[in-house]
Each structure stands twice: as structure tokens, then as C-alpha cells.
């Protein structure tokens, strides 16, 4: 390229990275969809019945259903990224709280894989640049093997010889993916018939659905729970399983987010046991999806977590799948690499075939690989990230007990769980909305609704505290709290807008 | 992980790679189905004849489609691997000839990404470790519409600055992908409706029906033609679309590989336009699979080689894709990073949704934008690996004329297209087949046979002549003449393997 008109890559990079670029994450991030809200069957596969003048001829009826609909904090989220907040330079500007994606410790990743000749040595491989088995290259199965052997099925030990680990977790049992959504609808893809249902605890993770129906045409469906911080019991279980059948849906699959998104509890092991003894009777596959099983706040042997491989001392038969990723305990969600443990090898042989369309690039494989079984770098790293995670926390949840407002104390994940519920003059997802749009306004923050992760009390709001800097935190919360004691003081029929200034 | 039991995951790395673990990539690329023979539906969706007592209730119906049959050379390619050819240290080895997969240039993309701080840059950037559009990033949706512009719109020219050339393809027009298979499949499935039909000149590559049918479920059906060097004729699209309809099916698509695989010859650019046109009155989406487009035996300017970004002026309209990939020209299969060109904007937001399975690592897109952007660098490269493949391309042909052995003069490409059919005694598929036998069993080589590519005249091979040293591949072609030579007198009714013993 002639250098004299060249453009400027990097920086167009960094800036759009962070700003148009980031939309469609969100976009999926908190897809919804208006037409099956809440529990509801969604969209039917291949139906035609939407189609508007815009798209008629221009896709298909499945091109036409992957547009997804605006979401409710879609707009904020925009002005977030044209117009961020920065402590020094733009001290008014808007802050996203609403991106489970933690950047506390980016700089130690980035640190690893810079220094010395470690990422050269993953583009010196020849086999990097080869075909490989979609499932993953030997050495990173290998090592994902070991990582989950050392960290999930053997925590309590100090040492544990690297042959030993593969001798319990066999690395024919892992396979990559590019990320854990490509996993997951490869999973539900390959397991399950479209219009089967899956249960899922609520609320939910808003994209589970993106990742089961909009492929594989799975329909989620809502556990409700008393108690959602303690996960399904075995009568909420069955009360789903019936509303589902009762719907003429088939439940398939079960999905339990352990660490939970967006609660930021942690199962206890006799509840996942319970949970999976109960799918087993009923023929369900249970997908344990564990993606923030490390990003704890106590450190292990000090938090409750237990990964469902422990927990069924690793006999998963057929019919258990354990997900993890990257993206979240190293903070590294743009590598876009996944693995799922299954003992199912016919699936794992599908699961070779379907790979074609969502294999990891060979060097990113190769450096994955090196930091799974380095060790000493991976639990300092994950303490330091523990350590920054909780402070973050605390910084959040200081300020919502100051504000009195109720929440979910968090014992890992990258969010807590407020309810905001008090504020609202009415009960209902109209007043919620609403409350989104005074939070964005007067104190230009965004959040991630309830009603967007199917909660079925209006109200409830997931703030995500590491997506920004503690300072950058500090700052948002105290506007949350101006805001919110200005709005307990005022009458939401007489808003006036001038009251509301001052907040930034 | 203790260092002290650690096992040798770099040397596993590089060996099972090429060996097990290449396996699911050769299945994926002469992935078969014997139930629908040439051009007949294949296997249906949902359908659940095909259950067997092992799967039954392990997987789902998509999951037992998912399980690749057997390939007929796929016995052949494991006895490759597990016993490869060395000129030094296993003289006797089997050599694999049937992987479109291009390694003479290997190391000089390895220099390029392992000099300097080339690689350590890729991982220094924060924005490749967070949420990013799963359409690519800015820096890579970029560089690929330049490299484009240059490359495929304004070959001609020695100078294009950067921001002409983005006037001209628009980043926004640009999506990456894991690979071109991981494109395919996402176009087929955003544009076509399961069960319509996506017409191929015969012979094609064998994976295109993985790619449309397995997700999609897009049924291939093979376009006929008297001389398919030269592309369809309109008369032969005619035939082809009404032996369609007349099967009950629906085109909707038509799939062009220019330069052709397995044929290795260029489309004129009034073959394409034609194309074009009469998809276009029938309301047919063209995608034209490039990915060999800079593969050429000839510099640029002495081939006639032209894109369809060229054909068209660029005017690709709502149903005209282009892909093309760093696979093949840059010899980076394991990189797994395609690109698709498309004006169609309803479609690109569409797959800005699916990408979310099927995104690229950050630190590859931000090496691939390097990569497409360096000039000097690809000029250099490109020509360098042209000499390469033509270089072995004249080995394999001189050793074919000497056997006096037909085949089709390649203009690009990694293969060369072989009539073998005078050694068949009967010309049927069966007798093709026993020829891979004996190839495998006393030359031992292994082609691709023109049976797993759709061809209707049995006796055809494709040889892949890249995937080996020049050294290599004079042997193994030594082989061939040897063998060829001793069944030209033999009665195959009666033949006598100590007679083909010798030939190693």
C-alpha cells in the first residue's frame, strides 16, 4: 500500500473498535425479541410472516429473522461508545455498565503474549498455518484437558503431573470452538430437534436465545424460582417441565449458568446434582455453561464453586456438556475461543464435521495452549484478576448500600443484580423502560434491563463493573445515586427535567 | 504445570497434526454421501431414517446427519499419514495427493509474521481481546477492501492509493469469516430457503455440499456440461435449471469457482458475465468462490484471469457475493480467515447476527490486515508461490506427458485434473474405485477421485501437487508411471500383485 496514503489502520482501529464496531456485540449481547417475550415460543423457523418491503427478495426468511430487532438500551449504548466518558478529557460523557466484559486485567494478558518471542513462536509452527482437526490441534485439546483436570475436577490438590490429568480428562473429550456461543449452537444444533425446548432458570443470560433458536431452532423456556440465587429445586423443575409440555413443546435441554449470569451466584453442589438427576430421568441433556467459573471473588477453597465435572466426579455419560472459555476469566472475549468437555464421543464425531464452520485460527489455538499450562502465570493472573474484580465490586455495591438499594450480593461474575424496583411508580416494564431512559438522560449511563434477560418482575437491572475503570465507576455510581435520590423525592406523572440536572 | 511431567505438547503439536488430526479436514474436504449420488438430493433434513442403534438418543437427527461416512480415500489418507513419505528417513512412505492445501511457500509467510515485532504488535493492541463487530474489525474489514480494489478491481493499476480504493469497495461491504466454508454456509443460509437448490458445473469440489447442505439445507444439484473447461453455457444453465424444476426443487443459487477446482482453469470473463445475466433473469444469487484467484501459473497481466468485482465493474447488486480467503493464495488454511464481498446490505446485517458463531480471533485480523496491506510483502510473496506452483505443476505434467496420460492444462490452482479412464477395463465407478486401491496399495499414493468431486465419467483423478516437496512429489509420480506402465499389460480380471510389486 503506498505509504503516503495510507490510512491509518491502527488508530481507525482502536477508535471504531470501540464504537461502531462494538454495536453488533451488543447487539447480540442483548438481543431480544419483541414478538416472544418472555418464556414464550420465539420466532418459528422458516416462518415468512415477517417479512418487510425492505428485505422481500433481498434474503430469505432465515436472513430475515437474523435482523435483529433494536433492543431496549441499544440508542444508550451508541451514545456510550460516541461519546465516553473519560476522567480527564470528557468527564460528562457516557458510561456503559452494561457489557459483561471484564477489563481490569488486560494489561497482564497483554503483557504474557508480548513478552520475549512467545507470540512469534506460535507463528513459527508450521502446523498453525495447516488443516487441523476442527475439533482443535492436539496441543490445545491437551492442554484444556490438563487446565480443566487441575482446576475443576482436582482443585484441592497442589501438584498434579500433567500425564495424570489426561489420564481423567481425555483431550478427545474437548474440542475447541470460536467462542462458547458457536458451542452452544453447535450443541443444541447437534442434540436436539428444532422446536424442542430448553429450560433455563430465570433470568437469563439474553443472547442463550440467539445461540439456541436462531440456528438450531431450539425455543427457550423459563424456569421461575422462588428463590433464583438458590437454582432450580426439583418441583421448580417439574412446574417447567409441565407449563412446557402443557405448551406442546418437548424439553430437551436444560441449561444451568454456573457461576450465574446475571445473578453472580454460585450453585451449590447438591443443587447441580439434584438438577442433573432429575434431567437424567427425564431424558434431558444438561449443558453446564461455566464461562465464569474462575472470576470468583473468594479465592479457591474459599468460594463455594464447584464445577459440574467435580461434582459428578467427571462421570458425565452422554447427556452432560461442560462449557468454558477465554472470554471471561482471562478477559480475552475478542479471541473468540471456547471448549466444550463431553464425554458423548457420537457427538464429538458430529461435532468434527459441524467444526468446519467455527474452528480457532491455529496460532491463537497454539498460545491458548501455552497459557492453560503455564501455571505460574495463570494463578497469578487470576488472583490479581480476582482481586481487581472484587474491588470493582465493592466500589458498586458500597454505593448501592449508601443508596439503600437492594441487591444480590455477588460471589463472582463481572456484574451484581440491583433492584431498582422501589423507584418505579408502577410495576410494569413500561415504567422500567423508563427508568432506563432517565438513567441515560440525566446521568448518562447504561444498564442491562431485566426485561432483557427475561426477568418477570419490572425493575431489576445488571450493572457490569468491569467494562470500565474503577475510577470511571466511582464516577457513574454517584451519578446512579444523585439520580436515584432525586427520583425518590419526585412524581414520575410531573417529571421536570430541570430538577433532574446537576446529576453529571 | 509441573515442568517435570509436562507433557511434550509442541512435538505432539506438530505430529498428531499431521497426522489423526488432519483426518476430520480431509473427511470435511471429500466429505461424501453415498445416499445421494451425483446430483440427486442429498440426505434430507430432519429426517431420521437413518438412525442406527449407536446414535439413536446419543445425538439428534442433525447430529447422526453429522457423522461423515466413510470417503473412499480416506483409508488411503490415514495409511498417508501414519506413514508418510521421507526422502531421507522413509524413502518407501506413503505421499497424500489429494489435499488442495498449498505448503511450498510456507516459510516465507512464517518470516514475514515471526520477523521483527510483527506478531508481539497483533497482541499489544487491546482492541483485539475485547468485543468487536463478528464482522471483522475496522483495521481488517479495511485492508481486504483495498487489497480487493487493487488485487480484483483495478489489477491493471501499479499505484492505488488507500482511499481511492476504499471509495471504491466499501469496508462495509466486506465481512471475514472462519474460513470460507464457515461464509458459505452463513450466505446459503441467509439467502436460500432449506430445500432450494444451488446449481454447480460438474465437477466440483466435494465439500461445497457439506457447505450449503448440512445447516443450510441448500440441495446441490450439478450443472452438465460438453466441455467444462469452458464454464456453463446459457443453453447448459437452461438444461440444468429445468432438470431441477422437474425434480420438484427450486434454484436459487448458482456456485461458480473461477479459477476452477478441480479443473485448475480460469473462466473467461464473457462466460461470467453470461453467467451472471442469466442468473440474474431468473433470480438466482451468483456467488463466485475466488479463493484460488491469485493461485495463477502466470503473472498478472499474461493470464486472463478476472474477478467477478471486475466482470461486473463492480456492480454486484443485491445477488452477486464474491469469497475468497488467505487458505490457498497465502497458503493459510489453519489461519482460517475467508472474506465475502457483498453489496447486498440486508444481508450483511443479517450476518452480522450469525457471525456471532463463526467470528475470527482479533490478533489474526489485525495480522491478516497487515498481511493484505503490505505490498511489498504480497507481490513478492504471490510471485514467489506462483514459481512454486508452477515449478511442481511442470513436474506433475512433464511425468503425465511421458505416461501419456490426458489431462486438463491447468491455469491455476493447486491441482491438476487427470483422465486415467483408458486403464479402467469397464467405465464405471467401481473399477475408478479399485484403481485408488491399487494406487494406495502398490504406489502408494492417493488422489482425489473425480467420483467424490460429482464427475460422471469415471476414470477422472485430481492430483494436489502442493501439499508435498518437488522431491516428494517426483517420486510419487515416479510411482504412478511405474504402476500405469505395469497395468497397461495387465488383465485386471487377472491380475497378479507380485507382478506390481517393484514399483516403490
Known amino acids: 500500500m503506498p505509504s503516503a496514503s ?9 477508535a471504531l473498535a470501540t464504537s461502531l464496531f462494538t454495536v453488533s456485540a451488543v447487539w447480540f449481547l442483548g438481543k431480544i425479541r419483541r414478538d416472544s417475550k418472555h418464556h414464550g415460543p420465539p420466532r418459528h423457523q422458516h416462518s415468512s410472516e415477517n417479512y418487510t418491503d425492505r428485505t422481500k ?71 498453525v498455518y495447516c ?10 485439546r491437551e492442554a484444556a484437558a490438563y487446565f480443566f483436570a487441575r482446576r475443576f475436577l482436582f482443585p484441592e490438590r497442589q ?60 425455543v427457550p423456556f423459563g424456569i421461575h424460582q422462588v428463590n433464583p440465587t438458590l437454582g432450580p429445586s426439583v418441583a421448580e423443575l417439574n412446574l417447567a417441565y409441565m407449563q412446557a409440555k402443557a ?60 464445577s459440574i465435572i467435580k461434582v459428578l466426579d467427571n462421570d458425565l455419560g452422554n447427556d452432560v456438556h461442560m462449557l468454558w472459555a477465554v472470554s471471561k476469566d482471562f478477559g480475552g472475549s475478542g479471541l473468540r475461543v471456547g ?5 458423548n464421543e457420537i457427538f464429538m464425531e458430529g461435532l468434527a464435521t459441524l467444526s468446519i464452520f467455527t474452528a480457532v485460527s491455529g496460532p491463537i489455538q497454539y498460545l491458548v495452549a501455552e497459557l492453560l499450562t503455564d501455571d505460574e502465570f495463570s494463578d497469578s493472573f487470576l488472583d490479581e484478576s480476582r482481586d481487581r474484580i472484587h474491588q470493582s465490586y465493592l466500589i458498586c455495591t458500597n454505593k448501592l448500600q449508601e443508596m439503600v438499594v437492594p441487591f444480590i450480593p455477588a460471589e463472582a461474575g463481572l456484574f451484581v443484580y440491583v433492584d431498582l424496583s422501589s423507584l418505579l411508580p408502577e410495576k410494569t416494564f413500561a415504567c422500567e423502560e423508563r427508568l432506563s431512559k432517565l438513567m441515560l438522560d440525566h446521568a448518562r449511563i447504561v444498564l442491562t434491563p431485566g426485561e432483557s434477560q ?26 446512579m ?12 406523572d410531573d417529571l421536570d427535567s430541570r430538577q433532574l440536572k446537576g446529576i453529571l
Not at 481 to 492: A, H, N, P, Q, T
Open 6 to 14: 495510507k490510512p491509518n489502520f491502527e488508530s481507525t482501529g482502536l
Open 57 to 127: 427478495g433481498v434474503v430469505g426468511n432465515r436472513g430475515n429473522r437474523a435482523l435483529a430487532p433494536p433492543i431496549p438500551y441499544l440508542e444508550g449504548f451508541l451514545k456510550c461508545l460516541g461519546d465516553q466518558c473519560d476522567l480527564v478529557t470528557n468527564p460528562e460523557g457516557h458510561v456503559a455498565l452494561c457489557i459483561a466484559e471484564n477489563k481490569l486485567a488486560l494489561n497482564l494478558l497483554q503483557e504474557r503474549f508480548t513478552q520475549g518471542g512467545t507470540a512469534a513462536a506460535a507463528f513459527a509452527d508450521e502446523s
Open 131 to 140: 488443516y487441523n482437526s476442527f475439533l482443535g490441534m492436539p496441543v490445545a
Open 159 to 218: 501438584e498434579l503431573p500433567a500425564d495424570e490429568a489426561l489420564l481423567h480428562i481425555r483431550p478427545s473429550h474437548v474440542a475447541l470452538g470460536a467462542g462458547c456461543a458457536a458451542l452452544l449452537n453447535n450443541l443444541f444444533y447437534l442434540l436436539g430437534e428444532p422446536g424442542e425446548c430448553c429450560l433455563i432458570p430465570i433470568p437469563y443470560y439474553a443472547a442463550f436465545e440467539n445461540d439456541m433458536n436462531l440456528v438450531a431452532g431450539i
Open 247 to 306: 405448551k406442546g413443546l418437548t424439553p430437551k435441554f436444560l441449561l444451568l449458568t454456573n457461576p450465574n449470569n446475571p445473578l453472580g451466584v454460585i450453585y451449590r453442589p447438591e443443587v447441580l446434582l439434584a438438577n442433573v438427576q432429575w434431567a437424567r430421568k427425564r431424558g434431558l441433556h444438561t449443558i453446564s455453561d461455566e464461562i465464569y467459573a474462575l472470576s470468583t471473588h473468594q479465592k479457591p477453597g474459599q468460594h463455594g464453586f464447584q
Open 339 to 343: 471448549f466444550v468437555y463431553s464425554q
Open 454 to 479: 427475561r426477568d418477570t418482575n419490572p425493575g431489576m437491572f445488571r450493572i457490569c463493573y468491569t467494562w470500565v475503570s474503577p475510577e470511571v465507576l466511582e464516577l457513574a455510581m454517584e451519578r
Open 481 to 492: 445515586s444523585k439520580l436515584v435520590g432525586k427520583l425518590r423525592r419526585m412524581d414520575w
